[in-house]
């Protein structure tokens, strides 16, 4: 079993910033792709930004410019650094996490959400 725990959400302001974290503990052979999605009030889950375990980054673009994803393979931990923040980046923030568990099987693990919230 894996666990993601996410911190960083809250109120800001437009243009200001944000920086989420998501950490994965547990037992697993390796993690693959982490990511970021987001869902709105009555929209769909959104893609955002994911990062292959080779560093290689994905962006939505609306998000392109303002937000940097990235990672830290010795804490099995990723970030999301958010700049230039809209109102439209208002959401429930989920992390994800493509793992290779411990019998060589991939498996899709979701956190349990961090809402962001920007005020115009």
Do not use: H
């Not at 869902?39 to 959104?46: D, I, S, T, V």
């Not at 899709?108 to 962001?116: A, E, L, N, P």
């Amino acid at each position: 079993q894996v666990q993601l725990v996410e911190s960083g959400g809250g109120l800001v302001q437009a243009g200001g910033s944000l920086r989420l974290s998501c950490a994965a503990s547990g037992n697993f052979f390796s993690i693959n792709n982490m990511g970021w999605y987001r869902q709105a009030p009555g929209k769909q889950r959104e893609l955002v930004a994911i990062t292959t375990s080779d560093g290689t980054t994905t962006y939505a673009d609306s998000v392109k410019g303002r937000f940097t994803i990235s990672r830290d393979n010795a804490k099995n931990t990723v970030y999301l650094q958010m700049n230039s923040l809209k109102p439209e980046d208002t959401a429930v923030y989920y992390c994800n996490a493509v793992v290779t568990t411990i019998i060589m099987r991939p498996y899709v693990y979701w956190g349990q959400g961090t809402q962001v919230t920007v005020s115009s």
